[in-house]
């Protein structure tokens, strides 16, 4: 069973000789110090210093980091050590800050404040921030290339054609086109929202998951398993993001509240209510975690992370 404590999701199994309680809230804490104290050394400032100082800006503003930790946790789950995904963590991290950056623009959201700070165009202007992005972008293939220690060249390979295709045309870059296409429209239908967020949101989350696995070489049912697992909590994601985008404060989200409503949007919560996109998400979640129950205790972790995802008010 899953309870909720002061200090964060507290996930405990009552019979008998069954492990201690693992508390989500101290597992993320710990992985987000390790993914921030490595992002910190992955990207230092140099001549041109502005392109740097802008990449850091977004990249450091801090956020869950829940990306790279998918990635450590499922490396781990999966015989691996957290050491050995750090470079594709922090790639992973890096796509997604390219991702938040792009997504600011005047051109696509026109926000001006993401994770309580200004965003990165309203502080160094649309062209260093498109170039940010790019920037970071670029360095995360780099970086898993140059900088994965101990892995076979040909798994490499396949975590970065992975993170390839979920950035590109047919995972982020496709879902945000479409998304584009539907602003203003009221005839959207919930197989074009799922289209969008499919590829918008849970592809790189997805990319997150199967790239830790895919380092240590699991099997192909090992991945199937995965694949259904992050496409699950990849969909409750952005139904709860829709959520809080109705019912929590900029303060509390750290960027604009409302957004949606304003830019015309159809959204979970518009086609379905509140209470029903509650319980859409609650359901891909426990699907989720039930996915993962023949890893045993070592898929605790993720089982706790898909129940943050509803949890969450952030």
């Known amino acids: 069973m899953t309870s909720p404590s002061n200090s964060g999701i507290v996930v405990t199994d009552e019979r008998p000789g069954t492990p201690s309680p693992f508390d989500l809230s101290v597992y993320l804490a710990e992985r987000k110090g390790w993914v921030e104290s490595a992002l910190e050394q992955a990207v230092q400032v140099t001549y041109p210093e502005t392109i740097y100082e802008s990449m850091r800006y977004s990249l450091m503003a801090g956020g869950k980091r829940l990306r790279p ?15 050995t995904a750090m470079p594709t963590a922090c790639a992973l991290e890096m796509s997604h800050t390219m ?69 590109g045309a047919a995972g982020l870059v496709g879902g945000q086109s479409v998304d584009l296409a539907c602003e203003g429209k009221t005839d959207v239908s919930v197989e074009t929202l799922d289209f969008i967020h499919q590829h918008k949101t849970a592809a790189l989350l997805e990319a997150s998951v199967l790239s830790g696995a895919l380092l240590t070489g699991a099997s192909t049912s090992h991945l199937q398993r995965l694949t259904q697992y992050s496409q699950n909590i990849g969909l409750a994601f952005q139904i709860v993001d829709d959520i809080l985008d109705i019912t929590a404060t900029q303060d509390e989200l750290g960027k604009t509240a409302g957004k949606d409503l304003q830019a015309q949007k159809v959204t979970y919560p518009s086609l379905w209510g509140l209470e029903e996109s509650r319980q859409k998400a609650q359901q891909l979640v426990d699907e989720a975690k039930q996915i993962l129950e023949p890893f045993g205790s070592k898929a605790r972790p993720l089982q706790a992370i898909a129940d943050y995802i509803t949890a969450r008010t952030y």
Not at 69 to 82: K, P, R
Not at 99 to 107: F, T, W, Y
């Open 69 to 83: 930790i998918l990635c450590l946790a499922t490396c781990e789950m999966t015989g691996g050590d957290w050491e």
């Open 99 to 167: 991702s938040l950056v792009h997504d600011d623009l005047p051109a696509m959201d026109n926000d001006d404040y993401r994770r309580g700070k200004l965003t990165n165009h309203k502080i160094y202007g649309d062209a260093i921030a498109i170039l940010a992005g790019d920037g970071l972008l670029a360095y995360a293939f780099e970086y898993v290339a140059t900088q994965t220690q101990a892995v076979p060249a040909d798994r490499v390979v396949k975590v970065i054609a992975r993170l390839g295709r979920a950035v």
